[in-house]
């Protein structure tokens, strides 16, 4: 985890996995480096949201993989976020209790992201997340949990890398770059 700058009421608080996403961002909003996957998110995020200045807003920026065609090279604000690696009707079942449900994120009918601590790069992982969500990440699930505990509001903003399944690694390393140019543009035309 790794704060670049300083967290101030008026101003948002950007969010971003990895600094290969964060290579583009204009440092006078502060930046927050969590590292991959939902465990260093909401760590990371709860560790500066503990220190007792909050953000206006968390904003978080980020590549995911698309589930499905024509979803590529575009930039959304994400409406709902949903995890795919917890059990939840199982749990339910077990407990009485709900963990993991979906987080309404109030964008409309945006599109639904599902988070996960896997990389999706196999087309039958693919295909199942497909039934439910739009695009997949690893760490805006945890994000939205971290920040809506925390009463701070929250965006979650994706660029599609690739589409998750065969050679989305190699596909995510030759286009990581290109996405963190257009995400820093996206927070130069709404943020700034």
């Not at 409309?108 to 196999?122: C, K």
Request: hydrophobic share 45%; charged share 25%; net charge negative.
């Amino acid at each position: 985890m790794q704060l670049i700058g300083t967290v101030s009421p008026d101003r948002p608080l950007l969010v971003v996995a990895v600094r290969e996403e964060a290579a583009h961002l204009d440092r006078r909003l502060p930046v927050l480096l969590t590292g991959m996957g939902k465990i260093n998110a909401a760590a990371g995020l709860a560790t500066v949201l503990a220190q007792g200045v909050r953000p206006s807003e968390v904003v978080n920026l980020g590549t995911a993989g698309a589930l499905r065609p024509g979803l590529a090279g575009t930039t959304h604000r994400i409406a709902k976020v949903i995890q795919h690696d917890i059990d939840t009707p199982v749990l339910r079942e077990l407990t009485g209790r709900s963990y993991g449900d979906a987080i309404d994120l109030g964008e409309g009918d945006g599109p639904v992201l599902a988070t996960g601590d896997l990389f999706v790069s196999d087309p039958v992982a693919r295909e199942r997340l497909a039934l439910t969500a739009d695009l997949v990440d690893m760490e805006g699930y945890a994000i939205a949990t971290v920040a809506g505990r925390a009463g701070v509001p929250v965006r979650l903003v994706k660029h599609v890398s690739d589409e998750a399944g065969d050679g989305a690694a190699r596909s995510w390393r030759e286009s990581v770059d290109g996405c963190a140019k257009i995400l820093a543009a996206w927070v130069d035309e709404h943020l700034a």
